[in-house]
C-alpha cells in the first residue's frame, strides 16, 4: 500500500511529502520526494516486531543542516569523489565544484541530494522520483533525465532502480546514501554488527579518500570477504594502513560476481545479532562504497529522540568506482547520448538461521558460488576445520553443514541447543554419528544423486583405462616406441573387449543402477547383487553375492559403508573371484581390505583395480594401495565435476530450507 502526508517545508515553502509503501507483512519504507531520502526502514526482526534499521530525522531542517552527510539521501550525477574537481569527455574538460577540499563529491552542493523530485510515478507498492537536470547542472555536460524507482515488495526487498538519459556523453554514477544499522540505529555504534562484503578487490585511497591507483587485493582490516563483527574490523586501526587512509571503512569493492551485462549479484551483506536481521544488498554496478559513518557528529539528534554518533550506522553505496571519470582502470560511468543507463540496486532484508559450513573448501575452492546457500541462510563457510575446532566453530549456529569434518557423539553430546539441524555436503552419512544426532532430536540431510552421473562416469574411466590401456599405450608411443617398431601396430599390455565380458556391480541405488546401463550400452552382461532384489534391465541379472564374485571378470562396488560392509572385500572374497579379475572401488575406502586387495594385485590374483576412495584421506605414505601393481588410484574426485558441485550447493541449500520451513526433504535422521 502506498499513503503519502505532508513532512515538513522548505525554507521557500515548498512541500515536502512523506511517501510510505507498506507491504503485506506490516512492513514499510519511507521516501521523501526531497532528496529522494530515505527516511525509515521498517522491517521484523526474529521476533517479528518491527525495526528501523536506518538513520533518518523527523524534521526537514536538520537534513538540510547535516547536508554533507547525505543522510538517506539520492546523491549524483556522479556519486562518491573525483580527484582536483575535473574530468574530461571526449576532450572536453569539465570543471565542478570543490565541495570536498581539492576534490568533488557526490554531485556538489545542492544537487539532487538537495532538490525536489517529481513523482512520474506510483503503484501499490512503488514510488518513481524524476529530476530534471539541465546541460552544465552542477558543471556536468548535457541535459539529463534521472529518476529513482523505489519499490517495496512482499518479501522485504527494496529495489532502487535509476534510470538515466542525457543529450550529451555525460558522468552517470548515482547512488543512495543510507546509513544502516542491523541492531536498529538507536543502539549508538555500528559495531556490534557482522559484515561481509563480496569483493577480492577494493580501491586503495589517499587520506583525502582519493584512489591511489588500481585495484587491490584485500587484506588486513579491508579483507570481510568472511562474516566479521565490525568493531573487530575497527580495532585494527592503529596497525592498518587501509582503515587509517580512510579513518575508518571509507573504500569502494569491486564486486566480485560483476559481469556488466546487467546481471544483480550480491554484493555486501550485513547483520545484527540482537535483532536476527540481516540486510542483503545486491547490484549490477561494478563498485560499491563501504563508509563506516565515520564523519557522523557525536550527539547528532534523530527520529524519536534518538541520539547518533561516529559510527553509529553504515552505507553501502553502490556505484562506479572513486575517480572513475579520470581512471581508465575502472569501469566507465561514461553514458551515451540517448541511451537509456539503468542500475539496479535491491537491499533485501530477513532474519536467515546461521549455518556454520565446516569444510567447504573441496567443494568450492573459489571457481563456483556459494551464492544458493547465501539465498537461505547466514552461511559462516570454513576451508576446513580440525576436529578441535569444530565446537568453538559451530557457537550459536543453527545449522551445521559438513562433507568430511567428523561429528563424533562427544562433539555432538556437546552441540549448543540451538542447534537443530547437521546437513550433509554429501550422498554418504559415515562423517557424523547418526544415534548421537537422533538422541538429541537434530536432523539430518544428506544428498542423494547428485554425482550419479559422474560417480558412473569414473567407474568407467577405470574399466576403460584397465581393458584399453589408453595412458599405457600413449606412454610407450610417447617414449619412441612407434616410431621405431617395425609394425604398423603394436601393443604394451592385452586389451579386453567390453563386449561379452561379464561386470557385478553390488549396490544397486542410482549408481549402480546407471553404471548398469552404461554396461549395457557396451553389451556387458552384468550381475547384480544388493540387499533387496530389485527390478534389472534386459541382460542384467540378480545373484547372491558369491556368485557374482565368481562369475564377473570386472566388479564395481556402489553401496554405502556400515559396519556390516566394512571389508566387504577381504582374502575370503577375493579368493572366490576369477584369476585376473578386475575391481573397481568408487564409493568409500574401508569397503576393502586393503592389505588384502594390494597381496592380490601384486601377486597377480587380481588383474588391476581402479580406486577413488582409500582407507583413509588423505592417505599415508605407507598405504599399501599406492605402490600395488596394477592399481590405478585417482584422489576421491568421483564427485568433483563443477557441474556435480553447483547441483551439490544447491541442494544442500534446498535441504536446509526444506527444514526451516517445517518440510521433511532427504532426511536420514
Ligand atoms: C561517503 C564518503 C565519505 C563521506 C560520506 C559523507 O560516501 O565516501 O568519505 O564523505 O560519504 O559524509
New binding site residues.
Partial sequence: MLSKKIFDYTKEGRTVTCYRITNKTGASVEVLDYGGIIRSVLVPDREGKMTDVVIGFDRLSPYIKNR???YGAFVGRF??RIAGARFSIDGVDYEVEKN?GENH??GGNGSFSERIGKVTDESDNSVTLTWESPDMDQGYPGALTVSVRYEFDDKNNLTLKYTGTADKRTLFSPTN?SYFNMNGPSRGFIGDNEIKIHANKFVPVDGD?IPTGSFATVKGALDMRRWTLLSDVFKKEDSDVNLQAGSGI?HSFAIKGYTGDGDIVRAAELYGANTGIRMSVCTNLPGI?V?SGN?IKDGLKGKLGQIYGRRSAI?F?TQYHPDSPNRSAFQSPVIEPGEKAVYTTVYSFDTPPKAVVLDGYTTNSGDISWEPLYKVCRAVIYDRTTPKDILKRVKGADAIITNKAVLTADIIKELDEKCRYVGLLSTGANAVDIEALREKGIALTNVPGYSTEDVAQLTFAFILELCQKVALHDDAVKRGEWTGSDDFSFTVSPITELAGTTLGIIGYGAIGSRVCEIARAFHMKVLVHSRSEKILPEGARFVTKNELLKKSDIITLHLPLSEETQHLIDADAISMMKDGAILINTARGPLLDEQAVADALNSGKLGGAGVDVLDKEPPSAGDPLLSAKNCLITPHIAWAAQAARIRLIEAVAKNLTAFFAGRKLNRLD
Fill in positions: 554533507d552527510a547525505y556519486a562518491n570536498n563529491l557526490h546514501h579518500c571509507d562504497q563508509y564523519f552505507c553505496e
